[in-house]
C-alpha cells in the first residue's frame, strides 16, 4: 500500500464516519459541525486528486461562508426534540424502505458500470510546476462558456428569487436609514444666528 | 507492508526539515504577537499623551512576558451548563487556522515553506475558518452575551470576506497568478510599479475589510465592551483566553504582511530604479523590507483604534455591502480593461 493509498483510506474513513454522525446525532448544531468536518475531509481528498483549486474553493465557499450561515441559523433555533423524535418506530420501516431504494439507485448510476477506472484511463501524475487553476480557467471560459455563463445567470435568478419571496416591508417599522444618516450636513441640523448684543440692566431698576 | 515502511523512513529527513522550517515561522510569529502586545499598549498610550506599561524589566520590556506568565497560570473556569468538548476546542480552532496561513507566505525571494500555486486562494480560504472558533465560543459558552458578539461577528466576517475576496481578484487579474512569489515579482520596477497605485481602490478596500475580518477597532463590534461587556469571550479566562488573542493578533500580522506582499512590492527595495539611492540601499536584505512595511501597516492597525470611536453595527453592514463591493466591482472592470490595454508600465 501506497503512502497516497493510506492517506485516502485514512481520510475516506473520517469522511464516512461524519456524514454518517450528521444524520444520527442528536444535537442539531454538532450535525452541522459534522457536516463542516465532512466538507473539509472531502476537500482534502480532492487535493489527492491535484484538484486544488476544487479544494481550495469547497473549504472557502461551502465551510467558510455556507456553513457559517447555516451555523448562524441553525444556533438562533429553538427546537423542542421530543416531538420531532415522536413516530419514530412507526415511520421506520416506510423510512428504511425509502433508504434502500434510494441506495439501490444510487449503485445502479454512480457505481463502476459507468464511472469505472476503464471508463476514464489511469491518471496522470503531473510535474510540480502544474498548474490546475489555470487548466481549469482556460477550459472554462473557452470550451464551457455559455455553460458556465447560464449556470452563472440561473444562480443570480435564485438569489433575486430568495430575496423577493422571504422580504417583507411591514408597514408602521420604524428604522433608520444610514445612507441617509451619513448624508447629513451641518447646515441641515444647525442654524447660527447673529444678533446682536443684549444689555442686562434694562428692567427692574 | 515494509515497503511502506521504508518509503516512510525515506521520508523522514524531509519530515523534520519541514517540522523546523515551520517552527522557525511560529516561534518568531509568537513572539511578535507578544510584542505587538506590547507596542499597542505603548503607541496608543502616547497617542492619549500617557506611557504606558513601564514597570516591568527596563522601560517595561518584560510586561509581555509577566503578561503570558499570568495567563498560563490562571484557572480555566467552564460555565455551568457550556458543552464542555467545544468550548475547550473553540479556542484551538480560532488559533489553527491563523497559525496554518503562515505556510504560503514568503518572506523574501524563495523563502517560503509551500510554494504553492494558489496561494492567495489557500489563505483566503483559511482566514474564512477562522470565524468558527468565535462563533462555536459564543454558542458554547452558554451566555447571551457571549452568544450576541458570535452572530454579531459571524454576520460581519462574511460579508467582508465577498469585498476582501473581489479586491484579491483584482491583484489575480494585475499579475496574473495566484502564487503570492509570482505577486511580487510581478511590481518589480520602482515604488511606482507596485500594485498600491494601480489598484489603489481595492488595496484600501483590502486593508479596511482586513480590519474587519479581524475584528479590529473601529469594527470590533465582537467584542464592544461597553455594549455587551467582551462578546464572545466573556466567559473564557487563563490559557484558552490567551489563545483568543494569539489568533487575533496573528491575524492582525497576517493581514499587514498579505498588504505588503501584495500592494506594496514585498521584498522589493522601496529605492528601486532611484539612481543614487538604489545603490546605497543594495545591501539590505529583502526580508527587512518585508518586515518594514508589515510593521508600518501593524502601526496602522493601531492608529485606527486609538483613533476611531466604533462603528454602529448598521453601519458597519452599509459599509462592506453597499460601499466596498460595489467599489470592488467598478475597479475590477478597469483593471481588467487595463490589462488588456497593456496599459504601461504596470501591464506590459
Not at chain 2, 84 to 103: D, E, G, H, K, Y
Request: with cysteine.
Amino acid at each position: 500500500m501506497s503512502i497516497e493509498a493510506i492517506i485516502f483510506y485514512v481520510f475516506a474513513a473520517i469522511l464516512v464516519a461524519s456524514a454518517g454522525a450528521v444524520v444520527t446525532v442528536r444535537n442539531p448544531v454538532h450535525a452541522v459541525l459534522f457536516l463542516v468536518l465532512a466538507f473539509f475531509t472531502s476537500a482534502a481528498l480532492w487535493i489527492l486528486l491535484e484538484a486544488e483549486f476544487l479544494a481550495i474553493t469547497l473549504v472557502l465557499v461551502y465551510v467558510g461562508a455556507v456553513m457559517v450561515l447555516f451555523l448562524f441559523v441553525v444556533m438562533m433555533l429553538d427546537i423542542n426534540l421530543v416531538p420531532l423524535r415522536e413516530g419514530f418506530m412507526r415511520f421506520l420501516p416506510v423510512g428504511i424502505v425509502v433508504a434502500l431504494i434510494m441506495f439501490i439507485e444510487m449503485v445502479m448510476v454512480v457505481g463502476a458500470k459507468n464511472f469505472g477506472v476503464d471508463h476514464y484511463g489511469e491518471g496522470i501524475k503531473h510535474a510540480a510546476d502544474y498548474s490546475n487553476t489555470k487548466e481549469l480557467g482556460n477550459v472554462l471560459y473557452t470550451v464551457y462558456v455559455y455553460p458556465f455563463e447560464i449556470a452563472a445567470a440561473i444562480l443570480l435568478v435564485a438569489i433575486i428569487a430568495a430575496i423577493a419571496l422571504t422580504m417583507r416591508r411591514r408597514p408602521n417599522t420604524k428604522s433608520q436609514d444610514p445612507a441617509k444618516q451619513v448624508l447629513v450636513k451641518r447646515g441641515d441640523r444647525l442654524r447660527i444666528l447673529k444678533m446682536a448684543a443684549e444689555r442686562k440692566d434694562t428692567a427692574g431698576e | 507492508m515494509i515497503e511502506t515502511l521504508e518509503m516512510g523512513l525515506g521520508m523522514l529527513p524531509e519530515v523534520i526539515l519541514i517540522v523546523l522550517k515551520i517552527l522557525l515561522i511560529v516561534i518568531p510569529i509568537m513572539l511578535s504577537v507578544a510584542y505587538l502586545t506590547l507596542a499597542e499598549r505603548k503607541v496608543i498610550g502616547y497617542i492619549q499623551v500617557r506611557i504606558g506599561p513601564n514597570r516591568v524589566g527596563p522601560r517595561g520590556l518584560l510586561q509581555p512576558i509577566a503578561d503570558g506568565l499570568k495567563l498560563f497560570l490562571k484557572e480555566i473556569i467552564v460555565p455551568t451548563n457550556a458543552n464542555r468538548f467545544l468550548f475547550v476546542i473553540a479556542p484551538i480552532l480560532a488559533l489553527a487556522p491563523a497559525l496554518a496561513a503562515w505556510a504560503v507566505v514568503p518572506f523574501g525571494e524563495g523563502l517560503v515553506v509551500a510554494d504553492i500555486d494558489a496561494s492567495i486562494l489557500y489563505i483566503l480560504a483559511l482566514t474564512s475558518m477562522s470565524v468558527y472558533g468565535i462563533i462555536i465560543s459564543g454558542w458554547a459558552s452558554n451566555s447571551k452575551y457571549a452568544f450576541l458578539g458570535a452572530l454579531r461577528s459571524a454576520a460581519q466576517v462574511v460579508s467582508y470576506e465577498i469585498a476582501m475576496g473581489f479586491a484579491l481578484v483584482g491583484v489575480l487579474l494585475a499579475a496574473g497568478s495566484l502564487n503570492l512569489g509570482e505577486v511580487v515579482r510581478a511590481q518589480d520596477g520602482s515604488f511606482l510599479h507596485w500594485f498600491w497605485l494601480p489598484l489603489l481602490p481595492l488595496f484600501i478596500v483590502y486593508f479596511l475589510s482586513g480590519v474587519a475580518e479581524t475584528n479590529r477597532a473601529p469594527f470590533d463590534v465582537a467584542e464592544g465592551e461597553s455594549e455587551i461587556v467582551a462578546g464572545f469571550h466573556v466567559e473564557y479566562s487563563g490559557m484558552a483566553f490567551a489563545l483568543f488573542f494569539l489568533a487575533e493578533y496573528a491575524n492582525m500580522i497576517l493581514v499587514a504582511i498579505l498588504a505588503a506582499l501584495m500592494f506594496c512590492g514585498g521584498w522589493l527595495s522601496p529605492f528601486q530604479g532611484i539612481p543614487l539611492l538604489e545603490p546605497l540601499f543594495s545591501w539590505v536584505p529583502g526580508l527587512v523590507w518585508v518586515l518594514a512595511k508589515t510593521s508600518f501597516f501593524l502601526f496602522l492597525f493601531l492608529w485606527f483604534r486609538a483613533t476611531f470611536p466604533r462603528y454602529r453595527y448598521d453601519q458597519i453592514m452599509r459599509l462592506g455591502w453597499k460601499v466596498f463591493i460595489p467599489i470592488t466591482i467598478v475597479w475590477l472592470l478597469v483593471v481588467g480593461a487595463a490589462v488588456l490595454a497593456n496599459l504601461s508600465p504596470w501591464f506590459d
